[in-house]
């Protein structure tokens, strides 16, 4: 978490500015006429987290936060636990330290969902707090293959992993299979790495250090000269990162055998695995703050080459390494190739890596308007999702600062305490005419998204989730010493299609699965996964919004193992159910 | 323009003279540091100013085997155009494209590790040329500018690797030579 080091207005920057600016008109003259309209403030978002019932606070070490651990918050994920058919709420907790003592160690919480849209704590009948441990992320996936979702917990300690017994309880089995590993863990991503049909994980580590170190930290590091905070991560050590292949539900350590050695010692936070090639593979995309981050390429059997560098991903367009926290994945310019988004640190722009296709990025973030839009907050958790069901990918970005001494001097880049950012993304807006090229591919729509995207926290994990099956997406954000937000869309929406795919007497998420819908003209692409945006995991079911469609000419549902599934005119506005092997 | 100053330093001299305890001021000034104490420091000095020399020395080492293992991935390259073998064209350029990159990150991730506990005890080769924007941080040899440069390159050979063509590959490889021409070459 260093302050921002990028830098624009280079000469060859301004080559490569003109060349992804002459890329993305290219792509802007592709897109069909058909189009939203909708009035300009369409997005409305309320916080109703109180009102539900989710009201865990979620601690952070000391007010100060004087070490990176007070102030590195934690995640909270989507899932049905229960397989009732709504989405349940987890959160992950820190702990509260006074001075150098430990206050209290924070609770996670797992809330099920009611019928009537409120939850209801059921943290303590199913064993699921988080074992003591200070708490980082929360991945979802069903590792075992039981066909219920497990739950792991990142944690500055020991791992937890919870699983699902089926009958609304838990059991911690991290020791049992082999996933512990103590440290400072982070971000992590459940995938299939070999193809085997069991989810193999990979696991973040941040930085090297202790309790005892937290505790006794002083805050040493100047600010502009005008304030001491928080040490690091400059000038720590970088802990390694972890990867674990899964044999039959039992876990080996297998991070140098699989060519995934963090030899850098990177900072990591961000893990997402996705097929970044397009080869049937999945690969591994690693944000990192204030280093390079890592793009793993998987060469086949299990076996993987970092490519960051040849792939343009490992740095920004001007080839610095940023401090990167959160990231996202989706294909937000709309010409069919997923592109990457990296949330950084503040006075540092957000990044977005145009894909170019065959794991080849471009960085985009001054010709969408991303850059100038994301320059000023501390960024984290974070997706592209269609919030208003126009067709296109949205950004929402969680916002917070890590130094709560920069409130005494406001002027210099804010507060510490910060709004979230919601970017409309306008290619299909009518506001731009068939053909033209938009000044910019996203605007700030911030100030017309409604009460919810006024809440000033320090904002950390974010995750994206339909919990009330209306059609329209909802977001699930943590911050800092505060209760969760639950941001109910209550906006103007197009039509939409939600795809919920199963697997009989398999998995309960088939993680890696690609789902492709064409519905007016365009067609969009969502994978599922666990790992992703800040510590969190979003909800497992692929959303697409139609705009006027009111059919789906076609989905096709790629599973892991390449087979197919395909349906033709589908209804709009339902949660379709696709079974494997129909 | 005088008077001050020596106000002033007589003003420094009555404040120390206060300060120093009464015991010292009677005693004689403090022994010469001991000439044996001084010779290793001397010694430890000439260790440190060595090491820094030598890692400047390690890392050109470092630049130049990776350069060469580039030159000796281009000639592969070329051999396998002119066989009219894809594939092998194809894992020759990409290699070429990773070495190209590691030049530009003044070595691969293993070597950004040692640079990293390097920077984690304090030491930076070019302190002042980071703080004047010549280097990043850590960097001993390679500076922004040749980063760029390289990582530029190491851009298009990768993506060339998709679909290797010759004289794409001749073209690119006369930036890299100029690069390493103008930024690494001349040895510190």
Known sequence: ?582 | MKRPAMRWTVMVAAAAALLVPEAARAQAPPPATPREMVAAYEALADTILGANKAEVKLVHAILAATYGHAQGEVARARQALKANDAAAARAALENVATAVGQIGTEGDNAVAGVRKRLLQGGHHANAEGERQGIYDDGYVVVTKAAKQAFLDSSKALAMLAREPKAEALDAEWKKVEAAWAKHIAPAK
């Open chain 1, 1 to 582: 978490m260093e302050e921002g080091r990028g830098r624009l207005g280079q000469a060859h920057r301004a080559r490569q500015v003109a060349a992804a600016a002459g890329l993305l008109a290219l792509t802007l003259a592709r897109v069909p006429a058909a189009r939203t309209a909708f009035p300009a403030a369409h997005f409305r978002f309320v916080d109703v987290a109180a009102r539900a019932g989710l009201t865990r606070v979620l601690e952070a070490g000391r007010p100060g936060k004087d070490h990176l651990l007070d102030s590195a918050g934690a995640g909270a994920a989507f899932l049905d636990f229960d397989k009732d058919g709504r989405l349940d709420v987890y959160l992950v907790n820190g702990w509260r330290l006074e001075g150098e003592r430990v206050a209290e160690r924070g609770r996670n919480a797992l809330y099920h969902q009611r019928a009537d849209g409120t939850f209801e704590d059921v943290t303590d009948r199913a064993g699921v707090a988080g074992e003591g441990e200070w708490g980082s992320g929360a991945y979802v996936a069903d590792y075992d293959n039981d066909g219920w979702p497990d739950i792991l917990v990142t944690a500055f300690g020991r791992n937890v992993l919870y699983r699902n017994l089926g009958d609304g309880r838990f059991e911690n089995v991290a020791a049992r299979v082999g996933i512990e590993a103590p440290g400072w863990n982070t971000g992590a991503a459940f995938f299939d790495a070999d193809g085997d049909g069991w989810l193999d994980l990979y696991v973040a580590q941040y930085v090297d250090c202790t309790l005892e170190d937290v505790l006794k930290a002083k805050r040493t590091l100047w600010w502009k000269g005008l304030e001491q905070v928080a040490y690091g991560p400059f000038g720590l050590k970088g802990a390694p990162d972890h990867f674990f292949r899964n044999e039959k539900g039992r876990f080996v350590e297998a991070t140098e055998a699989a060519g995934l050695k963090d030899l850098a010692l990177g900072f990591g936070f961000a893990v997402r695995a996705a097929d970044f090639d397009d080869d049937g593979r999945p690969d591994l995309y690693v944000a990192n703050d204030s280093d390079p981050n890592y793009l793993y390429r998987n060469e086949g059997n299990g076996r993987f080459k970092e490519i960051g560098v040849t792939s343009f991903s490992a740095f920004d367009g001007n080839g610095m390494a940023q401090a990167s926290m959160g990231l996202a994945y989706g294909d937000a310019d709309g010409d069919g190739i997923p592109d990457l988004f990296v949330t950084n640190f503040s006075e540092d722009f957000a990044t977005l890596y145009k894909g170019l296709g065959h794991a080849f990025f471009e960085d985009a973030s001054k010709t969408t308007g991303i850059g100038p839009l994301t320059f000023r907050p501390l960024k984290w958790g974070t997706a592209l999702a269609d919030f208003d069901n126009d067709g296109d990918l949205d950004l929402v970005v969680a916002n917070g600062h890590i130094y709560p001494q920069i409130d005494g001097h406001p002027e210099a880049i804010g507060t510490y305490r910060q709004k979230n950012l919601l970017l409309e993304n306008r290619l299909r807006r009518d506001d731009v005419p068939a053909g033209a090229k938009p000044e910019t591919l996203f605007r700030d729509a911030t100030a017309e998204a409604g009460p919810g995207f006024t809440l000033e926290r320090s904002h950390r994990g974010l995750a994206v989730g339909d919990f009330d099956n209306d059609g329209r997406l909802d977001i699930l954000i943590t911050a800092l010493d505060s209760p969760p937000e639950l941001l109910h869309n209550e906006g103007a929406a197009g039509s939409w299609l939600t795809v919920v795919c199963e697997v009989p007497g398999g998995t309960a998420i088939p993680i890696g699965t690609r789902v492709t819908v064409t519905a007016g003209g365009r067609t969009m692409e969502q994978d599922i996964a666990a790992g992703d945006s800040y510590l969190s995991t979003h909800d497992p079911r692929p959303h697409f919004g139609l705009g006027g469609a009111e059919t789906a000419d076609e989905v096709v549902v790629r599973w892991p193992d390449g087979t197919r599934s395909v349906r033709k005119n589908v209804r709009a506005r339902q949660f379709l159910v696709v079974k494997k092997g129909t």
